[in-house]
């Protein structure tokens, strides 16, 4: 029998897992998992990525009756000593986008090559290869909507099943999950924890609730941070715990109506498009895609970047985002653009900061998503809003949160102010204010900045920048 060691990277379930599922198939499997030490040191995992990873590979582990090994380091050593230990055959995995996966595996497989070990990449993670879509003169796409049409032309493969009985290699050495060290040492990280199920099962029993109470009546629900229409599933899509392949045979399966499917289909193929960026452009989380935007003149405003960070700016809408992002690792999209708007065209921060809090607290952090979601937001990005494009807090606590709720769930100082004043507390009169229990400065903050004059800074900023040379 062909003895195969399959690396799980950001795929860890086991079904609808196409390389884990041709290992078995071949013969014996040594199931592997190495927390590696590939990416640049900005782009080591977050403490909330951290946190779920520990989660997420204990479920693993217990799928896999205690047949997963674990190591960490560089997994070029860590895998050709595997190899010759165990005696493999071939090596399996999936196939990766992040640019530092991309380089690792085309050395790895030069290397096993030359040691006459098979090697296999698989996509276990992705609807279409990237080199798949381009345009009819051979080039990428750097817009969505034909990016969109081009890939719906793709048929959606089936999922594959789950290994039936499959004969497990026991080997030696393997660490255990605590050893990693992936949970955070503060307390912050069993809030988070509390708010979360990790795992396999758990991705898809959320997937069910989602088609069963959210995707009905998505299309416009989803914009509402205080409605229950998100799917709630990039955390486990970006640890592997399900695959866009279910979800989407799931979905379009689903008893709901088909402006919902539609749009909800979409995103997923926004999911996509930011991988495709990616792979087509592999400075995206560095470099802006419109190169104007190297001229823009951002800002240092250390206090001012600690009060967005902490949800302590003065701006109910905003503040509220960014705690529901502390306290469970998690940030309705709706938020996502409204407090990255804040941030850079509102305090003219430069979105790296933004990616970078982001990258450390969100549970789904994704290289992709979180890239190409912060140029989009920033003006810089493929097809990105544009820059002019300035979000008022007022207005989203007006359209999104008409009654305020979610702003009384995550600020709960403001919770007897009455919906007039809540979107602008310092508007409100002085007995309204001590009626309420709000002491603005002391209980909740004053308005960090003045909201009208930082969006008259903000465009001026970008008419500076001028055309892209």
Known sequence: MQKTLFLFRDDLRLEDNPGYFAACEKGKVLPVYILDDLAPKVYAKGAASMLWLHHSLLDLKKSLENHLHIDKGDPEEILISLIEKEKIDAVYMSASFAPWYRSFDGKIEKILKKKGTEFSLFNSSYLRHPEEVVKDCGKPFSVFSPFKRKSYKFSVRKPFPKPKEPHWIKSKGS?????????????????????????????????????????????????????????????????????????????????????????????????????????????????????????????????????????????????????????????????????????????????????????????????????????????????????????????????????????RHFLPELKDLPQKYLAEPWQAPEDVLRKAGVCLGKNYPEPIIDIQESRKKALAAFQSIGKTT
């Open 175 to 407: 660490l255990q999950v605590d050893d990693l060290a992936l949970l955070p040492t503060r307390p912050w990280g069993k809030t988070v924890a509390s708010h979360w199920e990790f795992g396999e099962k758990a991705a898809h029993k959320k997937l069910n609730v989602f088609l069963k109470r959210g995707l009905h009546g998505y299309k416009k629900g989803r914009d509402f941070p205080a409605l229950e229409h998100t799917s709630r599933l990039s955390p486990h899509l970006a640890f592997g715990e399900i695959s866009p392949f279910q979800i989407w045979h799931a979905v379009e399966k689903a008893d709901a109506p088909e402006k919902d499917v539609e749009h909800f289909l979409s995103e997923i193929t926004w999911r996509e498009f930011s991988y495709y960026l990616l792979y087509h452009y592999p400075p995206l989380p560095e470099k802006n895609f419109q190169k104007k935007f190297d001229r823009f003149p951002w800002q240092t405003h250390t206090k001012l970047l600690s009060a967005w960070e902490k949800g302590e700016t003065g701006y109910p809408i905003i503040d509220a985002g960014m705690r529901q992002l502390w306290q469970t690792g998690y940030l309705h999209n709706r938020l996502r653009m409204t407090v990255g708007s804040f941030l850079v065209k509102n305090l003219l921060i430069h979105w790296h900061k933004g990616r970078d809090w982001f990258w450390d607290t969100l549970v789904d952090a994704d290289i992709a998503n979180n890239s190409a979601g912060w140029q989009w937001i920033a003006g810089s990005g493929a097809d990105a809003a544009p820059y002019f494009r300035i979000f008022s807090p007022k207005s989203q606590v007006e359209r999104f949160d008409p009654e305020g709720e979610y702003i």
